[in-house]
């Protein structure tokens, strides 16, 4: 039984980067233990009912496997995938996009702190 009104939902991708959902297996309960703790975190039970957290696990994976294929379709264009295609995403997304941007600057920032604490050892290694 087919219906005309679902024709775009259902209409395949061809050409594009993303898999055929039968075409992988994904392993359940990866996130299990950090989800537990976020939903907490965000004010539900400290220990949440298994099929909630499967529940907010396939969500959250969806939601990352989709806006990573749809950052490789926009990478792909360049030849290349960068934090840019993830940031051009969710660049409606005000709150996410000024998380993003304070976790890569934070980012930035540790990898520079580690970088003059290693110049520092040198130093004092080839001080004794």
Do not use: W
Request: include cysteine; charged fraction near 30%; aromatic fraction near 6%.
């Amino acid at each position: 039984m087919s219906n005309p009104s679902t024709g775009a939902s259902s209409k395949s991708k061809l050409g594009s980067s993303q898999p055929s959902e039968t075409s992988f297996k994904r392993k359940r309960g990866v996130f299990q233990k950090d989800l537990q703790h976020m939903m907490y975190g965000f004010g539900d039970d400290p220990n949440p009912l298994p099929e909630t957290v499967a529940l907010v696990e396939d969500i959250v994976v969806e939601y990352v496997t989709d806006l990573a294929h749809k950052a490789q379709d926009i990478g792909a264009k360049r030849g290349k995938l960068s934090v840019e295609d993830f940031l051009y995403l969710i660049r409606k997304d005000i709150p996410k996009l000024n998380r993003c941007t304070e976790l890569l600057s934070m980012q930035e920032e540790l990898k520079q702190a580690r970088k003059a604490f290693e110049v520092d050892e040198e130093k004092l290694g080839t001080l004794e």
